[in-house]
């Protein structure tokens, strides 16, 4: 039944801890290693580094919501609606 969720390396879920500079402050966040593989993706299709694509986000969450409560958590889920919304048919 899990097969192909059991089946995936465990270097994709280890933890990589990162230090990143967003709105002046710098701030570590840790994500699986998957997660950053996509951060890289989405960087690169916006032509700027994976901190700066992260901080432009950010900002933006700031001017639509105010705040930001979870920075990983809404990266995470930035990830998972940029697959969900480039997936094969």
């Known amino acids: 039944m899990c097969e192909l969720y059991a089946s995936q390396p465990q270097s994709l879920y280890d933890t990589t801890k990162r230090s990143l500079r967003i709105q002046g402050v710098v701030?570590?966040?840790?994500?699986?290693?998957?997660?950053?593989?996509?951060?890289?993706?989405?960087?690169?299709?916006?032509?700027?580094s994976v901190a700066?694509?992260?901080?432009?986000?950010?900002?933006?969450?700031?001017?639509?919501?105010?705040e930001v409560k979870n920075l990983a958590s809404m990266l995470r889920v930035t990830c998972l609606t940029y697959v969900m919304n480039n997936k094969v048919s």
Not at 27 to 48: I, K
Not at 52 to 65: D, G, K, M, P, T
């Open 52 to 66: 700066e694509f992260i901080s432009v986000l950010y900002q933006e969450i700031i001017e639509r919501h105010g």
């Open 27 to 48: 701030t570590s966040l840790a994500l699986e290693n998957q997660m950053w593989h996509l951060l890289e993706q989405l960087a690169q299709q916006q032509q700027c």
